[in-house]
């Protein structure tokens, strides 16, 4: 989805981001993160939440979700105080879904 797509977007449903971002997020920490401590570079709650921004925006492969996250990086730092400089790639992103749907069904 394009910058000027998601700005119409987002206009259009009266969405003002940092108070949902932050909602979605808080609500996302509340999700048990089953990885193992080592090499962990992201909060589980932080790619939770980029997961769910991009899915909400329309993209449907987890290699179309990190590109979006992506492109849309300077915003997101803007709206998640926690979001660094880097994000995931699709290997993680894939590893960290993988680990909440084998930990759920525990």
Known sequence: MNSIIWEEAKEL????GQG???????????????RRK????????????????AKGAGETTVQAITEWIRLRGGWLQEVLPQAGPH????????QCLARCRSGAAQ
């Open 38 to 53: 080592q090499g962990k570079r992201y909060p589980l709650a932080l790619i939770l939440t980029y997961v769910l921004l």
């Open 87 to 94: 994000f995931p790639c699709a290997a993680t992103v894939s």
């Open 13 to 16: 449903a009266g969405w003002e």
């Open 20 to 34: 949902e971002v932050l909602s979605m997020y808080e609500a996302m920490q509340q999700v048990k993160d089953a």
